[in-house]
Structures are given as structure tokens and as C-alpha cells.
């Protein structure tokens, strides 16, 4: 057990000296291409960022990649409380607060019921489990517009069209089947062993799930939170088609800010707002970037 | 497990207080024997009862076992206190008693320091502790063990292992335990079930099963190196002894060593222990042997030999082993060695 042996396969740890201290000419190649690929991607977002604190006066010369001369956050102001958003003219702050009331419910809503799923499949396994869930990834393949029509009549029909239950319900319904997918997987690299002694302490469904499971789950419900949040707070037809006319979210009232007919087009205005929209999920995206890898190698691995 | 019958028939009466082993190969059925006592897996026929009270199909809580498995299976996002706690939190019982129960396991398992400890800031020893406190909190009738020191190295393994047999002892209470591994069953239990292919083959006390096994296969499957067997014939049996012919080698054996009344002839496996074999010096009144291999173990020496094409293993105690490709001569301790059938693969 003491004994060391040194074999080709298993090289020895090396002298920190032999260390390169200049890049080679493969890693300069590296980084310029990522630095070229990530000014390729950012440029956009510069043009958006600074064509939404130049005054009009200056976007009108065309100079778009320049710099403002004078800088002004009055674009920003307008766009958040004063821009007309079809009749009312009282910015986008409403879609943002609107957005905010859909995505919360949603998320969590359809969390919890992916998770309850991929529990129920991978720990009860109910009868015909694997069909249930095939038809429940066929799903995720059918083309929302194809539902439309279908949908709008059944949620009319219950007296959920157009109203807040109604629109959380339907992200609910499309985010089921990645949902289930996710946390199916999730639970499917953890032992059996872990539930068959709960069993044997005596948890029941809901216990085992409640008290057991969820709290095992953080790693894979951060990656859930980070698909839901974007993907519901980005979603434009589904809030248009769903949300009706008092709840209509955020991204439905930018398009109805920026695809305006009347009057001049305030590009700085619209840049802002589209800024504003897109705040959410760049955030998320910032903030939980590294949760977001963990997540997915927590899921990946057995542990 | 999809529709194959993996236990074909069975029956297992087990005694109050009893250390029962179940012992096999992978796959052999023994976990899913003890997964239906457990009630983890449904049986499609027959039943179980636990202290004279049928639970064939009672919940697994109900059934007054406690149940230690390979994987430890901790609960990994509670402390050692809460993951031995849950089930009598589950239970409803009163505070005081719980604390009281948890305090009692620990102190016997050695666990007082850990309670506040996440699994995942525990050893593997410490862990299979956890899991067994888990269990006998539950204050059980029955203690079900899935192979739970395989997952353990060999230090720890042998310590736990000496632990379970005293916490047996301290309890009194009825263990079943399955496993692979042949050294624990024949410590731990006082009766052993040698399985293999969902039927238990064989059921006694250990020291039993091994001078007596019931076929070949038990007779194989316990004993470290394993034991030989010699393929001859028996012939011109009557009255007290058998001849028992195997080339060259012969052998007179006398009437005890057959479970029946020996076949008068026929084809016959002589099945020695490698214990029950001697080296002597090379002469006459000895089967003479070539050494092909000698393995020391310390305490002894495990020496493989060539007898006329038969390979067998002898186990020596010699200050001075002998060499590779030495002769020698073999002395069997025939008295205890077993005869079996070759086609049936039963005692004869």
C-alpha cells in the first residue's frame, strides 16, 4: 500500500518550473478568435446601448457606432413611463410589471409540476411510465400554432381566456414536458436505495417528494428557474394570443411600442425600451451563469 | 425486473433472535428475497408474515422492520440527528422519545459527535453507522441488512462486522442479512442460506454447511481457496467401506462419510477440503504429488499441487514450505471429506 510506483500511464506530478511562462502561438490563435467572435456578438448590443442615450438630433447624422457627444438618459425615461404603447402612452413600465406577474407564477408552477413528474416517473414508475412519458416528450415537438386554435376555444370555453390563471396555466402546459425531462433525468442518477428507505421510514408520496427530493433538487431546480424565467419572460405569441388586453406582457408591448405607424420613429427610445425588455434574462444569464454549468454536471454525472 | 420469476419457490421460516445469512452469487435472488420481506417489491404469489402477522401486502412501514442497505442511502440533505430522527418524526411520535431513541443508537454506534453532521462530511464507516442507528431506532422486530459492508474497505469491513455481531448480541434481536461474501456470513450468522438461482440450496447453521454441504455448489461456493474435487468412480462398495478410484489414485472411504447408502457403482465426486489435506514426505503408502505453486498467506501457506493431472490446493502451516516442483506425497483426511454425484450434483 506504501509502495509508489511510477508507470508512463501514471506520470509523476511536474516541477512547477517547467511551467510555460510565454502562450504558445495555438493559445494567441484561441484568444483571437474568441475576442473577434465576442465583438461580433457585443457590437449590436453597443449600437443599442448608445444609440438609446444619443438625442435624436445625433442619431439623424448616422453615425451609429460613434460615440454620443451628448449623452442624455432622457430615452430611457420615455421608454420606461412616457411611451405610447398602442392608446395609453404610459411606457412599458405596465408590460414589465405584467411580465412579472406571469413569469413568477409560472415559473414556479411549472417547476413544481415538472418535478412532481420526473418524481413520479422515476421513483413510483405507475403503469405504462415510459409510454406516459414518450407521449409527453412527443409533446414538446408539436408546434405551439398548430395548438392555437384548439386552445384558445378550450380555455374560452372554461372562461380562462384572457385571464391570469388562464396564461400561467398555458406556460404551464408548454413547459411540462422539458420540465419533466429535466427532473426525470435529475432523479433518475439518484440511488434507488434513498427511496426505498424512506419508503421504509414510513414516506408516503408527498413526504418523500416534499421533504426529501426538493431539497435534494436545488442544483437542477437553478437550471429549471434560468430555461423557465427566460423562456416565459422572452415568450411573445403565447402572451399575446392568452394574456388579454390587461395583462399583456412586456415583450407584446415593446413590439407594440417599436412597430408603431404614426408619427416619427424614436430610435433611441426604442433601443431603450428594447434594452429595458431584454434586462431580465441578461441578468439572469450574468448572475447565474456558473449555476447554470453546475446545474447541468450535477444532472450529468452520478454524485 | 421485468417478468422473469426470480424466485421460483421458497420457504424460510427464520426464529426469533436469529442472525440468518443469506448467502449467493450475484443475482442469485437473495436481495429480492429481502427486498419482498421488505415490501419494496410486490410478490406475485405466496406470503410473508413478520411476528405470526400476515403483511404480504402491508405497507413497508408496517411491518416492524428496519432496513440497512448497501449505499448507505443517508439522506443527504439532513444531519445524522434528523436522517436517524425522520422515521419517527414520519411516525408522529412524541419529541421526548425520539430524542430519547436517537440518543440510545448513538451512544451504542458511537455516533454522539456526528449528530450535527451532513453525510456528506462523514467516512464510509461513519455513514454505514448512520444508516444502522437509522434503522434501530425504528426498535423493530426484524433488522434486514442489504450487503452493507461491500461498499467498505477491508479494515473497516472486518470492524463493522465485529460490531454487528455485538450489537446482535446486546439486541437480541432477529437480523437478515444478505450477502456475497462468504468470510461474513460464516462469522455473523448462526444459520446460513446458500442460494443461487432464486432456491435456497441448503439451510444451517454455518460451521455445518460448510463440513456438510448439500451439493457441489454449496460445497464450492464456501471455503477459501475452494474445495477440490476429484472425478472418479466408485466401485465394490459393501459393508463398512467404499473404494472410490480416480486413475491412479485410490481410495478405501468408510461409510460416514455418505449421507445414503452408497451406490454400489458408478461414476462419483470426491470433495476435500484444502484444511483436509496433508504433505508428506514422497513414499508408498501416499499419492505422490508434483508442487506447481505455493502461496504464502502469512498465518499458512495455500500450495497447489499436480496429483496425476488433478489439480488440487492444500492448505500447510510449515515453517519450511515446500518449493515449487517438489514431490510430495498427499495424506487426505478422508473421514471428512464428501462424496456427490456428478449429474445430479447431490451428496451422496
Known amino acids: ?26 493559445r494567441i490563435g484561441i484568444y483571437a478568435f474568441l475576442l473577434t467572435a465576442a465583438a461580433f456578438f457585443l457590437l449590436p448590443l453597443y449600437v443599442m446601448l448608445v444609440t438609446s442615450v444619443k438625442p435624436m438630433e445625433e442619431i439623424r447624422l448616422g453615425h451609429i457606432f460613434g460615440l454620443p457627444m451628448k449623452m442624455t438618459l432622457e430615452p430611457w425615461v420615455q421608454a420606461w413611463s412616457a411611451v405610447c404603447t398602442g392608446l395609453q402612452c404610459e411606457g412599458i413600465q405596465g408590460g414589465f410589471w405584467n411580465s412579472v406577474a406571469i413569469v413568477v407564477p409560472s415559473t414556479i408552477v411549472s417547476i413544481l409540476v415538472g418535478a412532481l413528474n420526473g418524481y413520479a416517473l422515476s421513483f413510483w414508475r405507475p403503469r405504462f411510465s415510459n409510454g406516459l412519458f414518450l407521449l409527453l416528450l412527443i409533446g414538446a415537438f408539436v408546434p405551439y400554432q398548430v395548438l392555437m386554435f384548439p386552445l384558445v376555444r378550450a380555455f374560452a370555453s372554461m372562461s380562462l381566456f384572457g385571464t391570469l390563471p388562464g396564461i400561467v396555466l398555458i406556460h404551464t402546459i408548454f413547459g411540462m414536458p422539458v420540465m419533466t425531462l429535466l427532473f426525470r433525468n435529475y432523479y433518475a442518477t439518484v440511488p434507488r436505495e434513498l427511496f426505498m428507505a424512506a419508503r421504509i421510514d414510513g414516506g408516503g408520496f408527498w413526504r418523500i417528494f416534499v421533504q426529501l427530493m426538493l ?33 399583456l406582457p412586456m415583450t407584446v408591448q415593446l413590439n407594440n411600442v417599436i412597430n408603431t405607424t404614426t408619427g416619427e420613429r424614436l430610435y433611441n427610445v426604442n433601443m431603450a425600451a428594447t434594452l429595458l425588455t431584454s434586462l431580465v434574462p441578461l441578468v439572469i444569464y450574468l448572475v447565474s451563469g456558473r449555476w447554470f454549468v453546475r446545474g447541468i454536471a450535477a444532472g450529468a454525472v452520478k454524485g | 425486473m421485468g417478468a422473469v420469476n426470480i424466485l421460483e419457490q421458497l420457504d424460510l421460516a427464520v426464529q426469533e433472535g436469529e442472525f440468518l445469512v443469506l448467502l449467493g452469487p450475484s443475482g442469485c435472488g437473495k436481495s429480492t428475497l429481502l427486498h419482498s420481506i421488505a415490501g419494496l417489491i410486490d410478490v406475485d404469489a405466496g406470503s410473508i408474515h413478520i411476528g405470526g402477522k400476515d403483511v404480504t401486502w402491508a405497507d413497508p412501514k408496517d411491518r416492524s422492520i428496519g432496513m440497512v442497505f448497501q449505499s448507505y442511502a443517508l439522506y443527504p440533505t439532513m444531519s445524522v440527528e434528523r436522517n436517524m430522527s425522520f422515521g419517527l418524526r414520519v411516525a408522529g411520535l412524541p419529541k421526548q422519545e425520539i430524542s430519547k431513541r436517537v440518543e440510545r443508537a448513538s451512544k451504542m454506534l458511537q455516533l454522539d459527535p456526528l449528530l450535527a453532521r451532513k453525510p456528506a462530511q462523514l467516512s464510509g464507516g461513519q455513514r454505514q453507522r448512520v444508516a444502522i442507528g437509522r434503522a434501530l431506532v425504528r426498535e423493530a422486530q426484524v433488522f434486514l441488512f442489504d450487503e452493507p459492508l461491500s461498499n467498505l474497505d477491508a479494515k473497516l469491513r472486518t470492524e463493522l462486522r465485529r460490531e454487528l455481531k455485538q450489537l446482535h448480541r446486546e439486541l437480541g434481536a432477529t ?60 466401485s465394490g462398495s459393501g459393508g463398512d ?61 495455500v500450495v497447489w499441487l499436480d496429483m496425476q493431472g488433478q489439480r488440487l490446493a492444500a492448505i500447510v502451516n510449515s515453517a519450511v514450505p515446500p518449493e515449487v516442483g517438489e514431490r510430495v506425497g498427499v495424506a487426505m483426511d478422508l473421514e471428512r471429506a464428501c462424496l456427490f454425484d456428478p449429474r445430479s450434483e447431490e451428496r451422496l
Open chain 1, 1 to 26: 500500500m506504501s509502495a509508489v510506483i511510477h508507470t508512463p500511464a501514471m506520470p509523476a506530478a511536474k516541477p512547477a518550473s517547467r511551467r510555460r511562462t510565454l502562450p504558445r502561438p495555438a
Open chain 1, 215 to 247: 431539497p435534494m433538487s436545488l442544483p437542477i431546480i437553478v437550471v429549471a428557474v434560468i430555461m423557465q424565467v427566460t423562456g416565459i419572460w422572452n415568450d411573445f405569441i403565447l402572451g399575446l394570443t392568452f394574456a388579454g388586453r390587461e395583462h
Open chain 2, 175 to 234: 437480523m437478515i442479512y444478505v450477502t456475497h461474501d462468504q468470510v461474513e456470513a460464516m462469522t455473523l450468522a448462526s444459520r446460513v442460506a446458500v442460494m443461487r438461482g432464486g432456491r435456497i440450496q441448503q439451510i444451517g447453521a454455518p460451521g455445518e454447511v460448510y463440513a456438510r454441504p448439500a451439493n457441489m455448489f454449496v460445497a464450492g461456493f464456501l471455503g477459501s481457496p475452494s474445495i477440490n474435487f476429484v472425478h472418479g468412480q466408485l
Open chain 2, 241 to 301: 467401506r467404499a473404494a472410490f478410484r480416480a486413475g491412479a489414485f485410490e481410495a478405501s472411504l468408510p461409510r460416514e462419510v455418505f449421507l445414503h447408502a452408497p451406490p454400489a457403482n458408478g461414476d462419483a465426486v470426491l470433495g476435500v477440503r484444502p484444511e483436509h489435506i496433508s504433505l508428506t514426505p514422497p513414499g508408498e503408502a501416499h499419492i505422490p504429488a508434483e508442487v506447481t505453486l505455493v502461496e504464502p498467506m502469512g498465518s499458512h501457506q
